[in-house]
């Protein structure tokens, strides 16, 4: 399986190759879908990471998904957890969403 890559990387691959050659019709629904949501750039996404990456808990994957989505409450946080099936505890989560509030 590939690695998974940031919604801001896709955005900006996607407008380079839009750039050089008409997309196919799947890579510009892609292409808005990554406009529409991705919340950062890229220097800003990769910086993000290497700080959620440096929390005990998180794996690249899930910093990734974390740095896509942005969440602001336990709840977001739980979620993206969730497929995971890792439990944090409050302080966990407290100190990831510190992380990704410097962000916003």
Known sequence: ?????????????LAEEAARR?????????QQHAELF???DVPETEKLIAEL??????DAATAIRVADVLPQYP??????F???RVVLDEAQIT????????YR
């Open 53 to 58: 990456k440096a929390l005990p808990f998180v």
């Open 75 to 80: 709840e977001e946080v739980r979620l993206l």
């Open 22 to 30: 008409t997309l196919p019709r799947e890579a510009t629904l892609a």
């Open 82 to 84: 969730s497929r995971e």
């Open 95 to 102: 100190s990831l969403l510190e992380v990704v509030a410097h």
């Open 38 to 40: 991705a919340h950062l």
């Open 1 to 13: 399986m590939p690695d998974p890559v940031p919604l801001a990387e896709v955005k900006r691959l």
